[in-house]
């Protein structure tokens, strides 16, 4: 079956460390996207991709990085520099990123520092 | 600035009751709304509405787009505790020939027995 994997599913940090959050898809999609949940406040965008290659920042890119070397992976890593990492992230993709086809999500990573 | 606005923010019911999520939205540009279903982990997609004034159902529920006021809004009929999740709005906005999905902040509904 298609779909987008994020894994893990939970994982806790040490402050000062980094930290790389898998999301995987094999549905083909162009665009890839990774978002921030917290409690009260809808999904907010770290950063996207539309296409192989190239990335740009989302809302609240501020310590946070990407890659995009394989068209099926978009790694996150939170880096020592955010300074409030403990969240909800949601990866998801989408055919492009110039239509509206809506979002496939994967099941998310609950990231905690402790 | 774009912003999407979700009420109420929690709502707690029983089950048959009929529930109606608000989805208020100021986005340049806008494309779509959307709603997702968030029960604990990836959100599922529910409706996608681009018209005003049309109703999209999906066996209890249903969705409208009014475009002129702003808002669109969920309904939920003879509701039950499977129901029980948060409920996300998305507006697509289009800048540039770029989809840009803004979310509101979800509501969350608890059915109970």
């Known amino acids: 079956d298609g779909g987008i994997t994020q894994s893990p599913k939970y994982l806790f940090r040490k402050e000062g460390q980094n930290v790389t959050l898998s999301c995987e898809q094999n549905l083909n999609h162009d665009a890839m996207y990774w978002y921030r949940q917290d409690p009260g406040q809808g999904l907010r965008l770290i950063y996207y991709s539309q296409i192989v290659n190239d990335f740009q920042k989302g809302d609240i890119a501020e310590g946070y990085s990407v890659s995009r070397e394989k068209k099926e992976s978009f790694p996150l890593t939170v880096t020592s520099a955010q300074k409030n990492p403990t969240a909800f992230y949601l990866c998801?993709?989408?055919?492009?990123?110039?239509?509206?086809?809506?979002?496939?999500f994967g099941s998310g990573t609950r990231l905690t520092v402790v | 600035e774009d912003k999407v606005v979700q009420s109420p923010l929690s709502l707690v019911v029983h089950e048959g009751d009929t529930v109606t999520l608000n989805c208020s939205y100021e986005?340049?540009?806008?494309?779509?709304l959307l709603w997702y279903k968030q029960e604990k982990k990836a959100p599922t997609f529910l409706f996608m509405l681009?018209?005003?004034?049309i109703e999209k159902k999906s066996g209890r529920l249903s969705s409208i787009l009014d475009k002129k006021e702003l808002f669109s809004i969920l309904n939920i009929t003879a509701t039950q505790t499977g129901d029980s999740a948060v409920y996300l709005c998305a507006v697509i906005s289009v800048t540039s020939g770029t989809y840009k999905y803004i979310f509101g902040t979800g509501t969350r509904l608890k059915v109970l027995a």
């Open positions: 998801a993709s989408s055919i492009n990123a110039h239509q509206s086809y809506g979002y496939t």
């Open positions: 986005v340049t540009n806008f494309r779509s």
């Open positions: 681009t018209s005003s004034g």
